[in-house]
T-cell receptor
Framework: EAQVTQNPRYLITVTGKKLTVTCSQN?????MSWYRQDPGLGLRQIYY???????DKGDVPEGYKVSRKEKRNFPLILESPSPNQTSLYFC?????????????????FGSGTQLSVL | AQRVTQPEKLLSVFKGAPVELKCNYS??????LFWYVQYSRQRLQLLLR??SRESIKGFTADLNKGETSFHLKKPFAQEEDSAMYYC??????????FGGGTRLMVKP
């Protein structure tokens, strides 16, 4: 089944303890992206990647890192999590970059990771 | 910077009533606009995009460049339409910018 898989689904951690949220897609998509969803603020883009070894900052990249060593994986890394990073995180992917999407393409979203930083 | 505004955080209507979820964007060029929907306990998914000029689940959205709006409409709301709706915008760059979302509640 074609899908975007995020792990873990839920994570509770403490301030300063490094963590990684994994994201994997099995559709050979070039474009992958991370969003955080906060009440009243909607979805805000953290980082995106247009292909292997090509990543770029979104609107709210501070406190996050990403890597794209393989096409299928796009992990989100929080080197030193803080309470203001408590949020619901979504990974998404699409076949081509957003700017090149044709009318039959769309973003596929993962099921989300609820992160709580105490 | 490009921005998408959904002025209503919550919209509550009765079943069978018309519904309009507002979306305004700030951009002077030719944007590409989308509506994404998130039903309870499901993933975010694309509902429709303006270039397709399609009607999905009875919803339509027209791009009004003069008013810089892309409002989502449905003439007769159904209970299963209850969900979180996000307007999203792309200005031919590589980022998709989402609005703050509107929660639609359709009451029986």
């Amino acid at each position: 089944e074609a899908q975007v898989t995020q792990n873990p689904r839920y994570l509770i951690t403490v301030t300063g303890k490094k963590l990684t949220v994994t994201c994997s897609q099995n559709m050979n998509h070039e474009y992958m992206s991370w969003y955080r969803q906060d009440p009243g603020l909607g979805l805000r883009q953290i980082y995106y990647s247009m292909n292997v070894e090509v990543t770029d900052k979104g609107d709210v990249p501070e406190g996050y890192k990403v890597s794209r060593k393989e096409k299928r994986n796009f992990p989100l890394i929080l080197e030193s999590p803080s309470p203001n990073q408590t949020s619901l995180y979504f990974c998404a992917s699409s076949l081509s970059t957003v700017s090149l999407m044709n009318r039959n393409e769309k973003l596929f979203f993962g099921s989300g990771t609820q992160l709580s930083v105490l | 910077a490009q921005r998408v505004t959904q002025p209503e955080k919550l919209l509550s209507v009765f079943k069978g009533a018309p519904v309009e979820l507002k979306c305004n964007y700030s951009y002077s060029g030719s944007p590409e606009l989308f509506w994404y929907v998130q039903y309870s306990r499901q993933r975010l998914q694309l509902l429709l995009r303006h270039i397709s000029r399609e009607s999905i689940k009875g919803f339509t959205a027209d791009l009004n460049k003069g008013e810089t709006s892309f409002h989502l409409k449905k003439p007769f709301a159904q209970e299963e339409d209850s969900a979180m709706y996000y307007c999203a915008f792309n200005n031919a760059g590589n980022m998709l910018t989402f609005g703050g979302g509107t929660r639609l509640m359709v009451k029986p």
